[in-house]
């Protein structure tokens, strides 16, 4: 038996309300470009709006024009989605409370993760939204996947709770002298002064 092996998300789809809303959200205020509609090929009275979020990849979301925005939070039981995280880059984090608060949108402040920075709201239908920001960029040839697996295993050495800056550095240290030659006998760290 083989598995069949991801290669990482293709779409994600959600089940909108009116097309307009679903525009004035996604592009209107994250940003995504909206690339291209289609109907919906399983329900002819649906639309299929098509969203970049920026890494390629796509969000779509099923529209029609009979539905209403409900802004009471999605379901979380079982099965259900919590959240969607989106990557921002540190300087759009850094703005993301003005610019939430500018629109009166209702957020969760900065919450610290330890190896990122996160802030919650809700979208037009209720579903929580994650602004996520790293902390940290990977070493080339390397994802921000491998840092956290890395800095995972240094956590549980170290007998620590979670990840936190010390183990990311530790981390991106470990990975770089893994996968780069020196021509060092002693490569440990030095005080030259």
């Known amino acids: 038996m083989q598995k069949l092996q991801s290669q990482g998300v293709h779409h994600i789809t959600i089940t909108g309300a009116d097309r307009q809303t679903s525009i004035d959200f996604w592009e209107g205020v994250l940003g995504m470009p909206f690339i ?3 109907p919906n090929l399983d329900r002819a009275s649906e639309s299929h709006l098509y969203f970049d979020p920026g890494d ?3 969000i779509t979301i099923f529209t029609d024009e009979e539905r209403r925005p409900d802004p009471r939070r999605t379901p979380t039981e079982p099965g259900c ?17 003005s610019r939430l608060d500018e629109r009166g949108i209702r957020h969760s402040g900065v919450k610290d993760r330890g190896f990122m920075d996160s ?9 929580l939204i994650e602004l996520a920001s790293y902390r940290f960029e990977p070493p080339h040839g390397f994802t921000h ?4 697996m890395e800095a995972h295993h240094i956590r549980i050495e170290r007998n620590d709770y979670n990840i936190a800056e010390v183990h990311l550095a530790d ?23």
């Open 119 to 127: 802030i919650y709201f809700t979208d037009p239908l209720g579903l």
């Open 56 to 58: 390629g990849r796509l």
């Open 36 to 38: 291209f509609e289609q």
């Open 171 to 193: 981390a991106i240290e470990r990975l770089v002298t893994r996968s780069k030659a020196s021509l060092s006998q002693d490569r440990s760290a030095k005080h030259p002064y």
């Open 145 to 148: 996947a491998d840092v956290l």
């Open 81 to 97: 989605v919590h959240h969607i995280a989106f990557s921002v880059s540190r300087v759009t984090f850094l703005q993301a409370v």
